[in-house]
């Protein structure tokens, strides 16, 4: 079992950066493929961003393409999400997940068994 955390959202102008952490306790994450999701009231979760368990492979919604990185610090058991040129429509709540499953990063929010309990990121115009 292994448990996320995230912080680092907050209220931001358009154009702007934010870096958001998300810290595992229970089991180390280089065992885990690893995803960021958002998700608005009344909508699905959308995919953002995964990282392969062993770091080789990542993958990008296309509309964070270019903007957004993820990357992970095994030492600090924590992957990241830097987000820069930041548009209102990255408003959302952020989750950060895990997966043991499969060999590389998946886009399916179902293959993910492990959740933080998200963090909000608020881009005015």
């Known amino acids: 079992q292994v448990q996320l955390v995230e912080s680092g959202g907050g209220l931001v102008q358009a154009g702007g950066s934010l870096r958001l952490s998300c810290v595992a306790s229970?089991?180390?994450?280089?065992?885990?493929?690893l995803g960021w999701f958002r998700q608005l009231p009344g909508k699905e979760r959308e995919f953002v961003a995964a990282?392969?368990?062993?770091?080789?492979?990542?993958g990008y919604a296309d509309s964070v393409k270019g903007r957004f990185t993820i990357s992970r610090d095994n030492a600090k058991n924590t992957v990241y999400l830097q987000m820069n040129n930041l548009k209102p429509d990255d408003t959302a709540l952020y989750y950060c997940?895990?997966?043991?499953?499969?060999?590389?990063?998946?886009?399916?929010?179902?293959?993910?068994?492990?959740w933080g309990q998200g963090t909000q990121v608020t881009v005015s115009s």
């Open positions: 997940a895990a997966s043991a499953y499969g060999s590389t990063w998946s886009r399916a929010s179902n293959l993910y068994a492990y």
């Open positions: 229970g089991r180390t994450l280089d065992r885990y493929h």
């Open positions: 990282l392969s368990r062993n770091a080789g492979s990542t």
